[in-house]
């Protein structure tokens, strides 16, 4: 069955604010607003940084932050499983990556501690927090996420694992055969769905013949959620509850966050080339950063200097690890081979 999230919840009338009736403090909420102003600002200068040629690519998280706050706030970090996708900026920085890392990687210096400077940016990973690395081929997470499930499983832990991936990735097989292991064996796995409307300039009614990618869930014997990804709260209610389920051996759910990326596909695309412009700033009004700031706003939980100084304390955290990245010393050509190639035989040069 496909439930839609965002229809239930505006049904209902509130006594208490939703943050409380959702499990969370004030502060809390405050730090979820933080992180995402933080990732925003950190994207932000990423872009500026590959418009000034000073980095190669960039693929952006911005539009994106409010599910993915939510689903960092409804897990164990370091305990649970992460499998990232390359948007999930807000996501792996809230759970614990630092915006220096980020940086060292989106300018492929030696330091860089995903991949030292081997991969391509947004390649999110960490060992220390179980973070684990983003694949360049769209959607192989989704079946290694059932894998690690398994395993979990098998070893009888509480753990649970949590992938993200895009509405485009439900086409590749990936996505078949990961959710229908999952299913059969009732994995502890959450399925996350952030749904931008675009696979790259394709638009989501010519990506696939049902309406929602939470339809799908039936098929493999999980429940499908549909919510508003832009809402941050929202998004915590929806993953906190799937969270729950799967660690009490409930199985697998599939969750569709319904969002929408204003910038292009990536440093690479002209998304003006697919949709208007019309529609995009239709959709920076649902901005999930302006509407955490308003409901904080409006429940005494933010005020504009706090606001300010946030602002304020984001700029240096940002320059900081801009600069830092920029002083960082490239890897040597030579470790370009290193972990692809065994040792080379020595070749005897003709005298």
Known sequence: MTLDLSENLESKT????????????????????????????????????????????????????????????????????????YRDLCLTLTLGLTPRAMMLALYGKAGDPMSGGRQMPAHYSARQLNIVSVSSP?????????????????????????????????????????????????????????????????????????????????????????????????????????????????????????????VPHSSDDDDRTYRSRQEVEFWKKRDPILLARNYCYSNNILDEDKNQEFEERAREIVDDANEFARAAPYPPAQEALNGVWGPLPEIERAG
């Open 138 to 262: 769209v959607a192989t997470q989704i079946p290694q996420a059932s894998g690690i499930g398994f395993a979990i499983q098998y070893e009888k832990t509480d753990q649970v694992v949590v992938t993200c991936f895009g509405e485009g990735s439900t086409a590749e097989g990936d996505f078949h055969e990961g959710l229908n292991w999952a299913g059969i064996f009732g994995l502890p796995v959450i399925f996350l769905c952030q749904n931008n409307q675009y696979a790259i300039s394709v638009p989501i009614e010519r990506e696939m013949p049902v309406k929602n990618v939470a339809d799908r869930a039936y098929a493999y014997g999980m429940p499908g959620v549909i919510f508003d990804g832009n809402d941050f709260l929202e998004s915590y209610g929806a993953m906190k509850l799937a969270v729950a389920r799967a660690r009490q051996g409930k199985g697998p759910s599939l969750l569709e966050a319904k969002t929408y990326r204003p």
């Open 14 to 85: 509130r006594a208490e604010p939703r943050h409380v009736q959702l499990g969370l403090h004030d502060d809390q909420v405050l730090e979820m607003y933080w992180h995402m102003l933080l990732a925003r600002r950190i994207d932000e200068r990423m872009w500026i940084l590959h418009r000034q040629h000073e980095v190669a690519f960039h693929v952006s998280g911005i539009g994106q932050e409010g599910c993915q706050v939510g689903a960092a706030y409804a897990v164990k970090r370091g305990h649970d499983f992460i499998l990232p996708y």
